[in-house]
């Protein structure tokens, strides 16, 4: 059965609504061009995952206060500033579909609207006024570079690894969203059990996310992606179908495909990465790998009584296994 997503939020909308109102308040500036991309960032409409799973996680324990829309305006202005950074490395000329800030405003642009977002971000965490959600936010923001740096280093070097990919993701992409689900836990509960489940909870649904995401490369198309199919590949970003694939070939092999992906052109790189991948069942191993951290997402939730958030937790998870961008 198709999962919607309006379905997963309606226990939720009006939160969604005050949050939104939060969010793009936090984005004002007196400068001009600040807010003219500003504008630009909100009209994009893009998923608010991380905001989401805030508010659900939020609303688990109790009702949602000032404190957590501040929480869920935090995580979601640190996770566009990672977004406006990401697409001026990978050069990228479209987010979501539309050209990305740094195709119309240039690159030095970008990097200072970055900036602003993380500024933003800090101010931001400061007013929460909250020690252990201080620590936790800088442990983040710190996890987010490191991941970013380590999976160009591991690219550049070729010693990506599983093991170091699935600590790479959970740097780059988990953490956030496992920051965020903690978060909102601490908002409305000082029960360390709950704030702990609900970090494994996003932790997990962070990796399956990504994952979903790297299937993308091979699996989606350009128009509901939001981004050229096979841009990992083209800058050489090792993900788990290629890495599953060159663990299970001979060291020749392995040679050989690493030259073509230096050598290639893009049409050849495409055809023969996706040759690669299913000669040595790469799509069925990451599809597997995806359904394991899915489950090990919904058994953060077991200890949690039934309702129609935790339901929509749940759904959460399957949600992000069936959809197509």
Not at 4 to 33: C, G, M, T
Not at 202 to 213: L, S, V
Not at 236 to 252: D, E, F, R, W, Y
Not at 309 to 314: G, Q
Request: aromatic content about 8%; proline content about 2%.
């Amino acid at each position: 059965m198709k999962i919607s997503l309006d379905d997963l939020l309606r226990p939720i909308q009006a939160e969604l609504n005050s949050f939104q109102h939060y969010f793009e308040n936090a984005l004002k500036s007196h400068v001009f061009l600040i807010n003219q991309v500003m504008k630009y960032v909100i009209a994009q409409k893009g998923k608010k995952m991380r905001p989401m799973l805030l508010l659900l996680s939020a609303k688990l324990s109790g009702d949602c206060t000032e404190q957590t829309y501040s929480a869920a305006t935090l995580v979601e202005v640190l996770h566009t500033a990672t977004l406006v950074h990401d697409d001026v490395v990978d050069e990228a000329e479209t987010r979501r579909g539309l050209p990305s800030i740094n195709s119309i405003w240039r690159n030095k642009v970008s990097v200072l609207i970055g900036d602003y977002l993380f500024s933003k971000a800090l101010v931001k965490m400061v007013a929460l006024k909250h020690p252990e959600m201080l620590e936790l936010l800088a442990h983040t923001a710190d996890k987010l570079v490191t991941g970013e740096i380590d999976q160009i280093d591991r690219a550049r070097s070729d010693t990506m690894t599983e093991d170091a990919y699935y600590a790479m993701i959970e740097d780059k992409t988990a953490s956030l969203l496992a920051t965020g689900c903690k978060l909102g836990a601490m908002t409305t509960s000082n029960d360390k059990k709950v704030w702990d489940a609900l970090y494994e909870y996003g932790r997990n649904f962070g990796i399956a996310f990504q994952i979903k995401d790297d299937l993308f490369d091979f699996e989606g198309r350009a128009s509901s992606v939001g981004k050229p199919i096979g841009l990992d590949v083209k800058h050489n970003m090792v993900t788990l179908p290629i890495i599953h694939a060159l663990q299970q070939c001979g060291k020749s092999e392995q040679r050989e495909f690493k030259r073509m992906l230096k050598r290639g052109t893009d049409k050849v790189i495409q055809q023969n990465v996706l040759e690669f991948i299913n000669r040595y069942g790469g799509l069925e191993y990451t599809k597997q790998r995806l359904q394991d951290y899915s489950d090990k997402a919904k058994a953060s939730l077991e200890g949690f009584p039934d309702s129609p958030i935790k339901y929509s937790m749940i759904q959460f998870i399957d949600f992000n296994i069936q959809r197509e961008k």
